[in-house]
Antibody, heavy 119, light 103 residues
Framework: EVQLVESGGGLVQPGGSLRLSCTAS????????IHWVRQGPGKGLVWVSH????????AYADSVKGRFTVSRDNTKNTVFLQMDSLRAEDTAVYYC????????????WGQGALVTVSS | DIQMTQSPSSLSASVGDRVTITCRAS??????LNWYQQKSGKAPKLLIY???NLQNGVPSRFSGSGSGTDFTLTINSLQPEDFATYYC?????FGPGTRVEIK
């Protein structure tokens, strides 16, 4: 069974840092791109970042560029999202999701990790 | 960047109704359009990929159509478990969502 499990969420002060992890099981992790998508309280889905299957390429939304860094360790079946210089507007549930390929459908999602940025 | 819009933003419908949700891209995206269902407090679920392909395990009452800039998600014979918010997605852009509520 394909599973994605996020961890590392929590409460952090503005300007602080947090690292999310997304640990996968049930499939060949190194074959798939992984995306991060977030959802603010009562808001819609917003794409944050993606990383290629071998980690050779990454991309970021303008709102997080220069503050967030995505990486992966294929030996541990884990993708990381390092979030620095956090702002109140980064408060959201963060999901990791598996990219199924052509046209970038996100076929499997984790349960989400809540990040709250507040003093 | 390509922007995605959806209409309506919300709708009320009854069990058994046919529901249509529209998604529009700011420029042609061929058939690179996906649809998701999200229930409150849960992760999104992929329903339709590449405009018209039903994801494994999704009931056949869901269907998608369109190409270029205009796309449609149709739910035939709405069921109680279909009340949720629906999002379209192209690449790194999601539509704002359509909330389907019980009339």
């Amino acid at each position: 069974e394909v599973q994605l499990v996020e961890s590392g969420g929590g409460l952090v002060q503005p300007g602080g840092s947090l690292r999310l992890s997304c640990t996968a099981s049930g499939f060949t992790f190194s074959d798939f791109w992984i995306h991060w998508v977030r959802q603010g309280p009562g808001k819609g889905l917003v794409w944050v970042s993606h990383i290629r299957s071998d980690g050779s390429g990454t991309a970021y939304a303008d709102s997080v560029k220069g503050r967030f860094t995505v990486s992966r360790d294929n030996t541990k079946n884990t993708v990381f999202l390092q979030m620095d210089s956090l702002r109140a507007e980064d408060t959201a549930v963060y999901y990791c999701a598996r990219d199924e390929g052509f046209s970038t459908p996100l076929g499997y999602w984790g349960q989400g990790a809540l990040v709250t940025v507040s003093s | 960047d390509i922007q995605m819009t959806q209409s309506p933003s919300s709708l009320s419908a009854s069990v058994g109704d046919r529901v249509t949700i529209t998604c529009r891209a700011s420029q042609s995206i061929s058939s690179h359009l996906n649809w998701y269902q999200q229930k409150s407090g849960k992760a999104p679920k992929l329903l339709i990929y590449t405009a018209s392909n039903l994801q494994n395990g999704v009931p056949s009452r869901f269907s998608g159509s369109g190409s270029g800039t205009d796309f449609t998600l149709t739910i035939n014979s709405l069921q109680p478990e279909d009340f949720a918010t629906y999002y379209c997605q192209h690449s790194a852009s999601f539509g704002p969502g359509t909330r389907v509520e019980i009339k």
